[in-house]
């Protein structure tokens, strides 16, 4: 499925079970792509996670139901999907800025948020350069940790921090960025920063070998300072080269950041001319 069609199409699905129990691997499985790649597609492409709309649809319809109608604020919680009147209640403040029962006893305006629609647009016509190279299976030393795909976005720069800041990049300097889901299909990922191995040398504390099996990668290379550069190669990644794609599909779970050493650029990893790739394991489709 194109990832236009698969957006619009998970989009009408949340809709239609906007009061129930809505996960990333569901609306996942509705368009039959892995949750692996179609978090990240939709985050790229839309902005946001899979959760973070569904979470900013359902506060948008409890406060317009909150101001139409005569629910009571559990009975909203409920219908909404949250366990308490208090955990709404935190909710529709952070969304809204006020409490239901400040919306409902002085009247104030609460925030709307739209369903996404899709509109045609032109795109592409641009050049976008990747070689598409064949890797034996390699082994790699890093520091691993497991992450939400919802959280993933904002917990894994702080990752990298604290791994710099405990003085762990003694040991593994980051030349990888490694997310790993070997099935696909769960709500979690592992997350290793992390070089090559040397078998010669003894395993840190703290750390832990994984082996990147043999795949036909699709190598993206990417020149610019972070995070900008890599975000506008990931995004046409998904929106330029993935729907013009027609011989190969995603092949397994594994998605690398490889990074050039810093101390090579006068500007380090915000100099203009940073140099990085992107890696995604491909087949050729059946």
């Given at each position: ?85 208090d ?14 029962l ?18 045609i ?52 300097c ?67 080269w ?45």
């Amino acid at each position: 499925m194109e990832w236009a069609k698969a957006i619009g199409e998970a989009v009408r699905y949340i809709e239609n079970h906007i009061t129930e129990d809505i996960t990333l691997s569901s609306v996942a499985e509705h368009v039959r792509i892995s949750p692996f790649y179609f978090h990240k597609g939709f985050s790229i492409l839309c902005g946001y996670s899979v959760m973070e709309y569904v979470r900013n649809r359902r506060m948008a319809l409890a406060g317009e139901e909150l101001i139409t109608s005569n629910i009571t604020v559990i009975d909203l919680a409920m219908k909404y999907g949250y366990d308490s009147p208090d955990s709404f209640t935190k909710a529709f403040s952070r969304f809204h800025g006020h409490t239901p029962l400040a919306v409902r006893k002085n009247k104030t305006m609460v925030r709307t948020f739209a369903p996404l629609k899709l509109t045609i647009s032109l795109k592409g016509g641009s050049v976008m350069d990747y070689k598409i190279t064949k890797k034996e299976a390699f082994c790699i030393l890093g520091a691993s940790k497991e992450f939400s795909y919802e959280n993933a976005k904002r917990e894994i720069p702080l990752f990298w921090q604290e791994h710099y800041a405990s003085g762990r990049g003694k040991h593994v300097c980051g030349m990888f960025g490694v997310n790993i889901d070997p099935q696909m299909a769960y709500e979690k990922f592992e997350y290793l920063i992390a070089d090559v191995y040397n078998p010669s040398v003894d395993i840190p504390d703290g750390f832990t070998v994984r082996t990147i099996p043999a795949f036909t990668w699709a190598v993206f290379p990417c020149r610019g300072a972070l995070p900008h550069a890599l975000q506008d190669i990931n995004a046409k990644i998904f929106s330029e080269w993935l729907p013009a794609l027609q011989d190969y599909e995603f092949a397994a779970g594994y998605c690398i950041e490889m990074y050039d050493a810093p101390d090579k650029y006068p500007g380090g990893t915000s100099d203009e001319n940073y140099y990085t790739e992107i890696w995604l394991p491909i087949r050729k489709k059946a």
